[in-house]
């Protein structure tokens, strides 16, 4: 059996588009890193001078920098002083808030993702989905998924501890290695396929957790016995995915140019520009940031459902056709399935 690139395009936006509630999982996909969207960061100056603060002596230990552009010491007083303490002790209170709530919502992602997959396997067999049976489907292979992903992070904090213990042991020869990489074209292209086999194998492993129910290490062979057998195949999915998020992104980025270039320039006087004539500018900048920040995650949602619907079936129809693990798709008849 031949896998169809073109069947398998369609047949992952069929599903996308037919079962809407799927999108609801592809927004938690998209937070988790599937989105592919652009980080556009609208920087703008209100015309503030920044504080220099620096140390002075012991009786005043603070100096600023005035409006006259010279130095005036500042005596700290007890208060200000306890209402700096407070100031950090809540600024370290939010920083772990925050943390906390990051890791909470990474963890919802991953049992999103998993539901995501296992609600796609259900449309592409042709039963309806429901959200509550799509998360319990999440849940369940949560542990599964999460032990892949610290994994993956394990191995990450390895190579990068290894770099830097090369680079400290031996710098000059770590960085002509660095150098020669792009300089040289078949080391750069070994890194560069490196680079794919490990994002490959850590990206099919997902699927063979929820596709096949295999364990943490099964998923891992499976993964491998894929990539190995079909690496054309699987560079080719991963180069249309890649020019799906490539276009997505330039779309999403010349949407939210309007409304960026009405703020940027209602801003660009600063504070005096609220009440004179860049005050218009900015709130039509407002008014389309709205619904340009609504338009941008739904079409993230949306997209993230089709990624994942082109591999898991991508890999359920290569998984089919791979020697090492074909047998978990043959039926009780023991003739593969078509």
Same mark, same amino acid.
């Given at each position: 059996m031949r896998v169809s690139l073109s069947k398998l395009f369609s047949k992952a936006w069929s599903i996308t588009l037919r079962n809407k509630a799927l999108w609801i999982f592809g927004f938690l996909a998209a937070l988790g890193g599937w989105g592919g969207s652009p980080n556009i960061d609208i920087n703008f100056s209100l015309g503030f001078r920044d504080l220099d603060v620096k140390y002075r002596s012991v009786d005043y230990p603070y100096a600023v920098w005035n409006s006259a552009d010279s130095f005036e010491a500042v005596e700290i007083g007890p208060?200000?002083?306890?209402?700096?303490?407070?100031?950090?002790?809540?600024?370290?209170? &939010?920083a772990v808030a925050l943390a906390v709530a990051a890791l909470g919502l990474w963890l919802i992602t991953i049992v999103g993702y998993g539901g995501l997959?296992?609600?796609?396997?259900?449309? $592409?067999?042709?039963?309806?989905?429901?959200?509550?049976?799509?998360? $319990?489907?999440?849940?369940?292979?949560?542990?599964?998924?999460?032990?892949?992903?610290?994994?993956?992070? +394990?191995?990450? %904090?390895?190579?990068?501890?290894?770099?830097? !213990?090369?680079?400290?042991?031996?710098p000059d020869a770590s960085m002509l290695i660095f150098l020669c990489g792009f300089g040289c074209p078949p080391l750069c292209c070994g890194f560069i396929l490196l680079g794919f086999v490990i994002a490959g194998l850590f990206g099919l492993m997902d699927y063979a957790v929820v596709v096949e129910n295999a364990n943490a290490g099964e998923a891992i062979r499976r993964a491998w016995a894929v !990539?190995?057998?079909?690496?054309?195949?699987?560079?080719?999915?991963?180069? %249309?995915l890649f020019g799906v998020s490539l276009g997505a992104a330039i779309g999403l980025f +010349?949407?939210?140019?309007?409304?960026? =270039?009405? !703020? =940027?320039?209602?801003? =660009?006087?600063?504070?005096? +520009?609220?009440?004179?004539?860049?005050? &218009?500018? &900015?709130?039509?900048?407002?008014?389309?940031?709205?619904?340009?920040?609504?338009?941008?995650? !739904?079409?993230? =949602? %949306? &997209? +993230?459902?089709?990624?994942?619907a082109f591999l898991a079936l991508g890999y359920r129809d290569l998984a089919k056709v791979t020697p090492l693990i074909e047998s978990a798709f043959r039926t009780d008849s023991g003739r593969p399935e078509q």
């Amino acid at each position: 059996m031949r896998v169809s690139l073109s069947k398998l395009f369609s047949k992952a936006w069929s599903i996308t588009l037919r079962n809407k509630a799927l999108w609801i999982f592809g927004f938690l996909a998209a937070l988790g890193g599937w989105g592919g969207s652009p980080n556009i960061d609208i920087n703008f100056s209100l015309g503030f001078r920044d504080l220099d603060v620096k140390y002075r002596s012991v009786d005043y230990p603070y100096a600023v920098w005035n409006s006259a552009d010279s130095f005036e010491a500042v005596e700290i007083g007890p208060a200000m002083e306890t209402a700096m303490v407070v100031i950090c002790l809540l600024v370290v209170a &939010l920083a772990v808030a925050l943390a906390v709530a990051a890791l909470g919502l990474w963890l919802i992602t991953i049992v999103g993702y998993g539901g995501l997959i296992g609600g796609i396997l259900k449309a $592409d067999a042709g039963e309806s989905i429901h959200v509550r049976e799509i998360w $319990d489907a999440g849940v369940r292979f949560f542990p599964r998924l999460l032990l892949l992903r610290l994994l993956a992070i +394990a191995v990450v %904090i390895v190579i990068a501890v290894i770099v830097v !213990l090369l680079m400290i042991a031996a710098p000059d020869a770590s960085m002509l290695i660095f150098l020669c990489g792009f300089g040289c074209p078949p080391l750069c292209c070994g890194f560069i396929l490196l680079g794919f086999v490990i994002a490959g194998l850590f990206g099919l492993m997902d699927y063979a957790v929820v596709v096949e129910n295999a364990n943490a290490g099964e998923a891992i062979r499976r993964a491998w016995a894929v !990539l190995r057998t079909h690496t054309i195949t699987v560079l080719v999915l991963w180069l %249309i995915l890649f020019g799906v998020s490539l276009g997505a992104a330039i779309g999403l980025f +010349a949407m939210a140019v309007p409304a960026w =270039s009405m !703020l =940027s320039y209602g801003l =660009s006087g600063g504070m005096e +520009a609220l009440n004179g004539a860049k005050a &218009l500018p &900015l709130l039509i900048g407002l008014l389309l940031m709205a619904p340009t920040v609504w338009a941008a995650i !739904l079409i993230q =949602s %949306i &997209l +993230a459902v089709w990624k994942t619907a082109f591999l898991a079936l991508g890999y359920r129809d290569l998984a089919k056709v791979t020697p090492l693990i074909e047998s978990a798709f043959r039926t009780d008849s023991g003739r593969p399935e078509q």
